[in-house]
């Protein structure tokens, strides 16, 4: 498990692609919006949260046909699916290695961006807490997607269509945790909804992704 | 010929696009079944 | 006899054939007097002469939602058993039911502009429904993307499970994002109803109506993809030997 990890991290980093491009890709969408609202700092402010958290999700989507399409290009899907590790597992490591070259970086430099956007100050601890949270949910649920679409010719567009509904309970979730920390209102109640959310993702979505797994490499 | 009042536009266009709706699959769903039909009868009389 | 002998193609297309013509004509026949009883009526005394669009915003947004619940179970039924008849209901379905959806939008929309001052309010209902739209714009593209059909019966069937989910998982958090303008129910079991039944009544014909609709389009659109994909086999059969 540990050695699939370490292989996934690393042909993330070499590969070139995946890394640094979600990462460039949330900076250019941050940078976007000014241009789009206009650049009045208290308009920015108010929408801020809104924009980092649909940000966040935007650039997890970007590279998340890339968790399973490399392998299954050059078979090593298929080796690894007859490997004694169960394909469940496979599917939760691809996915904490998605979410470690993905949404931990996203999670580190929102921060930055949220600077950029004039987020208050008050904001930036439930930022910071709530994509910790949410995003590992982002993760899996696109490699759930991914696993749906991994035979696909043109699957990436399709990729977006199917996963992005699936997207929207953590998204409201998340955005209402940053919105209530940034009134000082009470938080505990969408950060636990959030929370819930992924935990019970990263239970049992594993179990629909690899049935999706088996049925493509049937 | 019945009142609407000043709500004739709304109801009216409610109606209008809605039915447009489902004749549009009906007639979309009547056509496919027409052709599988037809292609397949096409198929048998082939041998 | 047991219920699953329907999952036979043929006994399935010879069943459906019979009922079929009953079932148009019910649908014709119920939709038609609901909505134009439902046309006819009063207007009401707050709401005006819109009051006459619920006749057909209450029934596609009930089917809407039905018709995601039948192809979840048409979908569990083809994931457990494998009756290839329960895969191609759930594919029959879902455009059907993407319809409904909209029309329950557009409908919706349309009413909320003089009653609300907005063409489009983000309320948690209309909201979910919206997000609803976009379940069923994904499942149909699955659908259409995957050449293999048992494939594409099994993919599309875990899709279905995992959104239904989802999907009421997103009703319950835009519920929590944003409490609405949207009336709550206004059909009621329960005494103390809300609406009179100068209303209540074409509302159920034409619930009803909706319903026989949803039924024999669906019915219909399964003899199709029965139909096709004999056709392919045929051909793939012809095309071995």
Known sequence: MKALLWRDLQLAIRAGGGFGLSLAFFLIVCTLVPFGVGADGGQLSRIAAGILWVGALLSCLLSLDRIFALDHEDGSLDLLATAPLPLEGMVAIKALAHWLTTGLPLVICSPVLGILLHLPGAAYPWLV?????????????????????????????????????????TLIFGAETVRRGLMGTEVTTPLVFLAGI?????????????AALRVNLR | MIELGKYATTVLSAYGISLVLLVAIVLQTVRANARARRALEEYDNRG | MSIWEYANPVKFLRASGIVLPWIVAGAALCTVVGLVWGFLT?????????????FLHVPAALMAINAWMMMLVASLVWLIRRHHVSALAAKAAAPVGAVMTLIALITGAIWGQPMWGTWWEWDPRLTSFLVLFLFYLGYIALWEAIEDPDSAADLTGLLCLVGSVFAFLSRYAVNFWNQGLHQGASLSVAPGERMSSVYRYPLYVSMLGFFLLFLAL???????????????????REHRA
């Open chain 1, 129 to 169: 807490l709530s994509l910790t949270v949410g995003t590992p949910a982002l993760s899996m649920l696109g490699a759930f997607g991914a696993a749906l679409t991994v035979g696909l010719r043109r699957g990436g567009l399709l990729l977006s269509l199917l996963v992005l509904p699936l997207y929207v309970p």
């Open chain 1, 198 to 210: 992924t935990f019970a993702t990263l239970a049992l979505v594993p179990f629909a992704a690899a």
């Open chain 3, 42 to 54: 009063p207007d009401d005394y707050r709401q005006g002469a819109t009051v006459k669009i619920v």
């Open chain 3, 218 to 236: 669906v019915l219909i659109r399964t003899r199709t993809e029965i139909r096709r994909r004999r056709l392919a086999a045929l051909l793939a």
